[in-house]
């Protein structure tokens, strides 16, 4: 059977089976911003809707110069995509070849197997530490001579742990197949690791707007890496896979570091009252999200018990190398995670 990513559930797919009114939903189970998007984003996006009778501009520079300044790399160095889901998919279909295969740490964002196997390649699974950090021993010892891509998410989704610049530094040193970290979660942490670009060439930086400046549904993605892998991207990506609007938000929300200094706080502070006060072991991240297991109870009745009271929150099932009682929570508004923490401890206190 073909891997396949299953998304979260939407709002108004929960609104319809559980008899409950769409604004009364309180979706925390796919990462996104609970403070909306961004307000110069949206400002920009209004201002340019009457061009968009115009294709975008080839090559997209003005876009790729903001994201430079904003990363403080060279925009040689920067590809853009729908999303950054588009722009793994194309780096995996131009780099791959039949059988090449990519290393995967598990458990981890499970569309990285669902774009290799879509490639034809074959992913060799590795093991996490106990406490989910990433083990690079694991990784090098899976290394073989048709090893091509290696896939780190740091912070990790579903865990949330991020990884040490020294480990990362020590795997790229080990191979030279490409490793793709994927720092969709950057923001929320206190490092990244997108500098190291400028010194290896076998490392790819995956970012999105999707998160931290709330652009999920505008689909817009980029990727910091070596300038020869950038400009023959830039040869095979679709001409224009990224859309004005995005291009005209994405700029603006660069700009707008007043909305992502309250995105950062409400999430520091969110992720930090989960950890308090949820009635059930959660573990350290540097995400947006908090990776909780309920055990002794299973993860599909706690998200389902949730999901009758219109909280939506991620049932880690799906994820390979979960157990079935983890469940990932998004971070909210405060009254929103008040809701989720007074909804558990009463299914707590019910059976
Ligand atoms: C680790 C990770 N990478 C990438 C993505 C997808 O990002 P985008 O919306 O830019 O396609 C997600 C979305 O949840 C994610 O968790």
Redesign the pocket.
Known sequence: MPSTYIPGRSADEVARAYGISPEKVIKLG??ENALGPSPRAVEAIKRHLNKINVYPSHGYAELKDAIAHYIGCSAERIIVGN??????NTLVRNLYVLGDQAIIPVP??T?YEVIVEAGRGTCVYVNRNEDFSVNIDNIIAALKDNTKLIFI?AP??PTGNAIEKTALKSLLRSTEALVVL?E??AEFTTESHADLVNNFDNLAV?R????AFGL?GL???YAVLDCDLARDYGQRMLAFSVNQLAVEGGVAALSDSAFLERTVSMVTQGRQYFREKLPFKTYPTEANFVFVDVAPYTAQEVSEYLLSRGIIVRNCDAFRGCSNSHIRITVGQPWQNTTVVEALNEFVNSV
């Not at 999303?83 to 793994?88: E, K, P, R």
């Not at 999105?208 to 998160?211: A, Q, Y």
């Open positions: 796919s990462n999303g950054s889901d588009d722009l793994l981890t964002y569309y998410c990790n989704n994927d969709a979660y995956c999105t707007f999707s998160k999920a689909r817009l993605g």
